[in-house]
């Protein structure tokens, strides 16, 4: 039994092209916030993606825990960490998304690594994923080179994939990443601002301006939107990084700032701090 759900229907996917679309129109970036599903429990990271759509986030990451996070520096890990004790899984992730989408009109992201994915079933996760209100997918350790079957899937069922790129990257490579991802519905990819793991850190790396740049000449053509993400936390990193590129996504800071509230006043901080990444630019 073969579904494809966006044969005759407008792909979940475009939806993240319209919120770039209406953003530079409007003169502004992308706030981007991830929020890991389970962290700290499963129903309040659902009242936290709600609170930051309520501050303003156009687009939302939703984390799947994993227990060999190689991408993730130590916040996430300790996130994912207490999610999977919890007893998160890929399915509960689905369920996360279901409960958030059933609520606002925000695309989301499903983000995590490809063996869960895999063990899930591809045509399955993604089939699964849109019935939950999902948009695209970041796999942070799978490379374009071994995405076929996956990029396959998601594009069937309207969905995004978005590739990685970190400023390690040859020409060559981003070249063919910009091709891939002009290949599939609405999408967009996204910079690393450093080689490494992700984590909030006090200032932006020097080269981020002239990266962007250097990938901006492979997407220019196709009009991909850019999206800079691993170790944003401040307004004034906001304010820098929506100068040139399209988007900024915020993680460990998230995470820390989840930390240091108690849950009843986590999601008021939640949504302040996104108002106050929003109104930086």
Known sequence: MQQTSTQTS???????????EKAKNEGRGVIIPYFM?????????????LAAAEGGAEIIELGMPFS???ADGATIQHAGHVALEGGMSIAGCME??????ARIDVPLLLMGYYNPVLAYGLERFCQDAVSSGVCGLIIPDLPAEEAGPLQSAAYRHGLS????????TPDERIAQIARLTAEGPGSFIYCVSLSGVTGSRTSLPPHLKGF???????TKASGIPLVVGFGLSTPEHIAEVMGYADGAAIG??????????????QVEAVKEYIVSLVVSQ
């Open 37 to 49: 599903c389970g962290y700290p429990t499963a129903r309040q990271s659902i009242e936290l993606a």
């Open 161 to 168: 994939l978005v590739f990685l790129v970190p400023p390690t």
């Open 252 to 265: 460990s800071a998230l995470v820390n700032l989840i930390d240091r509230h108690e849950e009843r006043a």
């Open 212 to 218: 962007i740049e250097r990938v901006r000449g492979y």
């Open 68 to 70: 060999d996070p190689l």
């Open 10 to 20: 407008t792909p979940p996917a475009q939806k993240i092209t319209h919120v770039f």
């Open 96 to 101: 996360v998304a279901r409960q958030v989408s």
